[in-house]
Nanobody, 122 residues
Framework: VQLQASGGGLVQAGGSLRLSCAAS????????MGWFRQAPGKEREFVAG????????YYADSVKGRFTISRDGAKNTVYLQMNSPKPEDTDVYYC????????????????WGQGTQVTVSS
């Protein structure tokens, strides 16, 4: 499985941005797709995740109510809709896939896309 993240860029605080993660190869219904972010010198942190089959979603407290994760099975793509972003959301964002189910720990993920930079201006 290969993951291709896109959609990053510069956005004003309070605006909106949508990230996409296109997967090549089969994503099984039991798999869990996640978005993470990482700032220089910091650990990669969980942002949001979705169980591919049933669509259950999970969020970090810092983004709950502002970000929405979704998936399109026909396109094999996961999205992260970022509404009302804040300057502290500025990071490199990564998508990842876990064959082991829901988890917030990056070490539990089997496949990673390349990062996409998101910069939120104040």
């Amino acid at each position: 499985v290969q993951l291709q993240a896109s959609g990053g860029g510069l956005v004003q605080a309070g605006g909106s941005l949508r990230l996409s993660c296109a997967a090549s190869g089969r994503i099984f219904s039991s798999w869990f797709m996640g978005w993470f972010r990482q700032a220089p010198g910091k650990e990669r942190e969980f942002v949001a995740g979705i169980r591919w089959g049933v669509g259950n979603t999970y969020y970090a407290d810092s983004v709950k109510g502002r970000f929405t994760i979704s998936r399109d099975g026909a396109k094999n793509t996961v999205y992260l809709q970022m509404n009302s972003p804040k300057p502290e959301d500025t990071d490199v964002y990564y998508c990842a896939a876990s064959a082991r189910g829901m988890d917030r720990a990056p070490g539990r993920y089997d496949y990673w896309g390349q990062g996409t930079q998101v910069t939120v201006s104040s």
